[in-house]
């Protein structure tokens, strides 16, 4: 691979900080991050951000093909002439932002693994959307900001856990593949960066109907994180009444004294299941 520093250089272009852009320099370490992945002959793969082909090289000389998302137009013909130098021919770049691309669409009959070194701005969102779609996804490489990860990796109870990692574990199993220091990318980041591994599943017994709800409880939980679970709850977008949020607390077995931080993904769910019957009551 060529620098991206040169590259960029050569064609009068820079890295676009409201994209994320901090380019992979080293290929051993887009090399180290491939090999984890497993990925082989057999595998589609959907990079998002390829950038300037840092792990898209190795990456589509692993597997069966790679199908690329990139926001950035300016940068593509760089990536094309890339690849064309290696002699790859198995990606397919897409110019489109991820947020808006139908994944669904691109894996087709296919299951894809992800991959993606993702520009930290839109990370939580990403993520959120492989969540709702990873009925086409089997398994995600995904690089992060390293206090996000921790955030991600943190079980209830702790200071980090947050409304995203009671969502992404309830759909996954996460795990650290390695961490990358600053001294990686080209430009250099202020902060370091983590890969995880999310194995994604479904789950018994929770439609698509479950999982809206079950979402809208987690973030109203959440959005007021100081007080208890009976005052975050009440009012805000879901519209819950004090009372209904009262018996709904005592109907899944949860303290109305305790705080979203404290409860783990299955007291989540007891307490959706709980407010989904309530709501069908009332109605
Ligand atoms: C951190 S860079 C990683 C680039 C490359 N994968 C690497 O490791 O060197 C993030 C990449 O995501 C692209 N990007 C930013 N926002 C995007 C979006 N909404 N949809 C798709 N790509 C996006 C950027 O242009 C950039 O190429």
Redesign the pocket.
Known sequence: MTH?GELLKKSGLYA?KE??????SHPTT?QMIVEKTGVDKETTVL??????????LPLARSCKQVVA????RR?IPLLEEELAGEGICNVTIIN????KTDIREIAGTEKLVVI?????N?SSQILFKLVTIRQVVTRAFL?FQKELAQRLLSSAGTKDYSRLSAVVQYASKISRVADIGPNNFFPRPEVNSTVLRFDFFETKGMGEADEILLFSVIKAAFSKRRKTLHNAMSGGEMGLTKELVGIALKNAGIDASRRAETLNVQEFIDLSKAVGKLNALES
């Not at 990079?47 to 898209?56: D, V």
């Not at 489109?96 to 947020?99: K, T």
């Not at 993606?116 to 930290?120: E, K, T, V």
């Open positions: 991206p676009g994209l994320g852009q901090n380019f992979l887009a990079e998002i951000g390829p950038g300037l082909g840092a792990i898209t998302v990139e926001k950035d940068i489109q932002d991820i947020l993606g070194n993702l520009p930290y839109i690089m």
